[in-house]
């Protein structure tokens, strides 16, 4: 089982960061959470309520993971 740090990371200092405009969630704070162990977009939602009011961002969330898992290899 992953062990997920629960401490959100700071907010964005830029508005063009912003990937959930319904929780405010940050590019940002989805590759933070990636960090500490969320490796999937149900994990990322529950941590960072992104892709849970519209669902216009989990494309973009699924892409940013995506990314960033390949970049890990």
């Known amino acids: 089982m992953t062990t997920?740090?629960?401490n959100k990371p700071k907010p964005a200092d830029n508005k063009k960061d912003i990937i959930c405009?319904?929780?405010g969630t940050t590019e940002q704070q989805i590759i933070a959470y990636i960090e500490s162990?969320?490796?999937s977009v149900?994990?990322?939602?529950r941590m960072t309520g992104a892709?849970?009011?519209c669902g216009?961002?989990?494309?973009k969330v699924q892409e940013i993971l995506e990314g960033y898992l390949?970049?890990?290899?």
Do not use: F
Not at 42 to 45: C, E, P, V
Not at 56 to 59: G, I, Q, V, Y
Not at 70 to 73: F, H, N, V
């Open 42 to 45: 149900d994990k990322l939602s």
């Open 51 to 53: 892709t849970t009011g």
């Open 21 to 23: 405009h319904c929780s």
């Open 70 to 73: 390949r970049k890990s290899e």
């Open 37 to 39: 162990g969320c490796d």
């Open 4 to 6: 997920i740090n629960a």
């Open 56 to 59: 216009a961002c989990e494309n």
